[in-house]
């Protein structure tokens, strides 16, 4: 009999506290066999998504899912491809180092009282996610690293295939016999659709959700929820040519930025350029290299008369409501999410970073300049998790900031921003060591102590907790 | 005219993201400044102190308030003492290292692509306080410091205070001529009790809401805001003697932790008892010292028969219904904030570890033990944001901990756990320096480049971002 959402939740946090006491050794023994019955088990896998993927065939055929989401469905690829990336992503991220167990804070509080700070797993995660049904094991395998539970909801479309692997990694996890023994319920299936608003009222056993789907989905759950979600709704990305812009560099950022995977949440949406680059050959370049690379512009009244009057741009090679045509405010508002970018100028770096903090998503931003004091200004003052100069916005990603896995981007304020990596997943503990010590002993006055606060030093201890 | 609330969280998130900018200096000699005026208009402040006293005085003769809020309000204190503190105070948070522009990550990606992880304030906290106007003072400093913009929202009974306080604040803030402009809005003050709730839906301009507080009111906003929350409800931690307690440590400690200060969130009020020490001299020499100092105890049925039998508990001096009476099962999950202790005979340090992860609010939770594996199973297990060895919990308080400061205690899971200094009210930022680095450069495949990531090594840029 299937279990309720309440129950669910239950385990999940029963799974997680045992998990507060598993070792590294273990962590990796798990995921080593993970990898291995997933292999073993490849043929029912593949059979299981055969499944899905014919009847995802016919919500295609009746116009009722789209090609891509239908492509991202499949689980084995051309020559197992695809397949043996998800069994490499296990051993990835099994070789990355442990979050859990590092000494962040230490201190000497008294003589043989001894404080440390100590990273420690957030506890269950609820992971919402759409079609890729990989992710499900993407996801597993950094839950298990960072000592958390999951509770994985993955949708309908997949239904079949995230099934088997879940019954897979399950059985993995219960046939390595150890010391301590490893909760099957690190990780569970949730897979009805309806099931998603039951779950966001768990805020008594689940500590954080990380969805990963389509800004309707990411602001639904954001409405919906008192549990802290991780993540972000919007992509908003503008990059900003300033007046000493380099001719050099300029028209290769932009075009990277808004073309290099035009359905990113890290690339740029908008455009802004200062004033003083109206007729200029450096804004032609730019701006001939867009269209050249299929992207339409949305231009506010200068750019528009730029472009008209431009003997490169405004020659009948580049046409007015197919290359460019006027902007509406909303345009700069937009996430395009395609070969379509917002235009406006603006007349100082200020004006770009108020244009900035107003109408972006606080994802990546990034000034285009060789005056160095005014890209200061602007990565001190964008408010943003990444602020970039003379760089792409398409760099913001975990992988290519080095954290060797990447959860999700975060546009929060708060807990974690930009790229998330298992460090993410962690939050910490304070451990105090005492030898019957007690607070009424210190403060101020006769036979009272002080405080020592002797930074222990935190390289001498570093290992000191993991396990 | 007063503004509404949508304008004053407008106002503070322009506030902030002019607070991005400001210099570590410029900080300085505002919080200088500040102390300063306070100190030169201490008549007008008391003036309007003593205003809200005999307001106060009213309801307290009419029972509408309770002698120690009415004893709180007092801004003034014998000899002024309470004043100077408050001065005092403003100095103490100008000395704290600058939490911003540090770097915590730093990565060469490719030859003259570096990036950068450095701590950036959250931007607009909204700060939710009772009775102490003290607390507007102490919280403007924590802001200012972090460059954060805050809102205040403090109790009715104080409006007088808080009105000439947050005034005399603000002007000091104008009256420094700096290069760059320090925003007056930097601190704003929101006096009616009915303003909470509308404050509570801004979360378009607000980042976080600190809470300071009663357990209702922190409740209150838990539950109706989708800003997130820093804070606890709940204290209640647990103190656990297990089998091979010290006799000389366990009463110390249980003592310290019950009856150093009663009211505070860190006091314990569960006692757990591994059930061997049931006819210890341990057991007898703990309880005796507690009801020695005014401790009354809800006995489970082991500890209830261990104390009617014992010569020296179950003698004359000690009367069961006032020292000890039979416990209820609500007893254990009631945070009594007195001489009240609620006491519980537990089978092994598992069961302990299970009732605490249970019934506690993860606060602090301390085992009395002399069996390090014990304690280390105890530690790594509870799900707390303090987990003590043989140390008083009455230890969890950023002063305690060496931070300078503290702005609460967080309960939470994500952002910031325990005793919370400065660094809760920080998030950061990436800030990526390229040569026009484009992402469409690297990857796999001919003319491709790899990432280097190569570790910069943090120490050598330190304080590069400290501005």
């Known amino acids: 009999m299937a279990l309720t ?23 990796s023994q798990v995921l080593a066999h993970i990898r291995r019955e997933l292999e073993a088990h490849k043929e029912e896998i593949f059979a299981a998504n055969a499944q899905d993927l014919q009847l995802a065939q016919e919500e295609v ?7 891509s989401l239908f492509k991202r469905l499949d689980i084995k690829g051309d020559n197992e491809e695809k397949f043996n990336t998800l069994l490499q992503g296990v051993t990835d991220v099994d070789n990355l180092p442990d979050p859990i167990g590092q000494v962040t804070r230490a201190t000497e509080l008294d003589q043989g009282l001894d404080l440390y700070r100590v990273t420690a797993p957030v506890g269950v995660i609820l992971v919402i996610f759409e079609a890729r049904p990989e992710v499900v094991v993407n996801i597993s395998c950094l839950s298990i690293k960072s000592s958390n539970a999951a509770i994985l909801k993955g949708g309908k479309e997949a239904y079949h295939t995230l099934a088997v692997l879940t019954r897979v990694m399950q059985s993995a996890i219960e046939g390595v016999v ?80 808004k073309t290099n ?21 450096l804004l032609t370049k730019t701006i001939k290299s867009l269209f050249d690379h299929g992207v339409s512009l949305r231009c506010d009244p200068p750019t528009l008369q730029f472009i008209e009057n431009s003997p490169v741009l405004g020659s ?12 509406t ?31 972006g998503s606080k994802h990546t931003d990034c000034i285009v300049t060789e005056t160095p004091a005014h890209a200061e200004k602007f990565m001190n003052m964008v408010d943003a998790a990444g602020v970039y100069y003379n760089a792409s ?19 929060n304020k708060t807990h974690a921003r930009g790229p998330v990596g ?31 606060h002797n930074d222990i030093g935190v390289d001498s201890v570093k290992n000191k907790f993991v396990r």
């Open 5 to 27: 959402i309440p129950e669910v939740a239950a385990n999940a946090r029963t799974a997680a506290n045992q998990l507060q006491n598993v070792t590294s050794t273990q962590k």
């Open 61 to 67: 055929a009746k116009g009722r899912l789209s090609a």
């Open 178 to 257: 150890q010391d301590i023994p490893f909760p099957k319920d690190a990780i569970q299936l949730v897979s009805t659709r309806e099931h998603i608003d039951e779950l966001l009222q768990q805020d008594r056993y689940i500590d954080m959700v990380i969805p990963r789907g389509s800004n309707q989905l990411v602001r639904h759950i954001q409405n919906n929820t008192r549990i802290p979600v991780l993540g972000h709704a919007d992509g908003l990305c503008s990059i900003y040519l300033d007046d000493t812009a380099d001719v050099n560099k300029a028209p290769g950022l932009v075009v990277d930025s």
């Open 261 to 281: 995977y035009p359905a990113a949440c890290n690339s740029a949406e908008t455009l802004l350029v200062h004033r003083s680059l109206l007729g200029s050959d």
């Open 316 to 327: 009948a090679s580049y046409k007015k409501d197919q290359q460019y045509s006027a902007s």
């Open 329 to 359: 405010d909303e345009d700069y508002d937009t996430e395009f999410l395609d070969l379509c970018m917002a235009v406006k100028v603006v007349d100082s770096v200020e004006e770009a970073i108020t244009h900035i903090n107003t109408h």
């Open 393 to 411: 916005t398409r760099f913001a990603d975990g992988f290519r900031y080095g954290f060797g896995t990447e959860i999700g981007v975060s546009t």
């Open 422 to 452: 298992l460090e993410g997943l962690t939050i910490y503990k304070y451990r105090l060591y005492g030898q019957g010590h007690k607070a009424g002993d210190f403060g101020v006055g006769a036979n009272k102590k002080a405080y020592l």
